[in-house]
Nanobody
Framework: QVQLVESGGGLVQAGGSLRLSCAAS????????MGWFRQAPGKEREFVGG????????LYADSVKGRFTISRDNAKNTVYLQMNSLKPEDTAVYYC????????????????WGQGTQVTVSS
């Protein structure tokens, strides 16, 4: 059974940083693209960023480009989302997901999802 478990969320002031982790079990994460998505109250889920199987290629939403960095440690089956210069509009539940497809921002291409971790940025 595939499980993705996010951690590292919390409350931070604007301008601060957080690092989210996503630990995968039940499948070898190096065989899958990994993505991060977020959903704010009353809004649709949106793509944040993704990383290819080797970690050598990444894709980011324009809203986080230059502030967020995705990395992965395939030996640990873990993907990270480093979030810097956080803004109140980054407040959301953050989800990691895995995809057997190529690197993509399309949520329908991701087949397993974590339970999410709350990130709250105060102004």
């Amino acid at each position: 059974q595939v499980q993705l478990v996010e951690s590292g969320g919390g409350l931070v002031q604007a301008g601060g940083s957080l690092r989210l982790s996503c630990a995968a079990s039940g499948r070898t994460s190096s065989n899958y693209v990994m993505g991060w998505f977020r959903q704010a109250p009353g809004k649709e889920r949106e793509f944040v960023g993704g990383v290819n199987r080797s970690g050598g290629s990444t894709l980011y939403a324009d809203s986080v480009k230059g502030r967020f960095t995705i990395s992965r440690d395939n030996a640990k089956n873990t993907v990270y989302l480093q979030m810097n210069s956080l803004k109140p509009e980054d407040t959301a539940v953050y989800y990691c997901a895995s995809s057997p497809s190529g690197l993509t921002s399309l949520s329908r291409r991701y087949d397993y999802w974590g339970q999410g971790t709350q990130v709250t940025v105060s102004s």
